[in-house]
């Protein structure tokens, strides 16, 4: 698994690398995983607190995250666009597979916060 984390304070890197291993631990996703992400100071650079694509190989996913945001809700949005990847390694999900990532987002975020030492 290859975890790269671009932007963002060091303990914001060291959140979303923790987040995404426990994320993938939990929904056993291959060990051939690539993800980058980008952490962004503010919303006004994108258009949302987070988003998720498929990158150019299999199994490779690049995120963005907006990281000025209260902690709680930073986490919840990295848990959120690991559930879309999720959805795309087991080819799994209803619509676009909004409902699923934000019925999951704090169950998985509450989760970790008890679970990780953050």
Request: a negative charge; proline letters at 1%.
């Amino acid at each position: 698994m290859k975890i790269y984390v671009h932007g963002g304070k060091k303990h914001h890197k060291d959140i979303t690398r923790s987040v995404i291993e426990w994320c993938l631990d939990f929904f056993n996703l291959t060990e051939k995983m690539k993800i980058s992400v980008e952490l962004i100071e503010s919303r006004t650079d994108i258009d949302c607190w987070g988003e998720c694509d498929e990158g150019k190989n299999k199994h490779e996913y690049n995120i963005k995250i907006v990281y000025d945001q209260p902690l709680r809700d930073f986490m919840a949005t990295i848990t959120h666009e690991l559930v879309h990847v999720k959805q795309w390694e087991t080819g799994e999900w209803e619509g676009d597979g909004e409902k699923e990532a934000e019925m999951f987002q704090y169950i998985l975020a509450d989760q970790i916060w008890r679970k990780v030492k953050l």
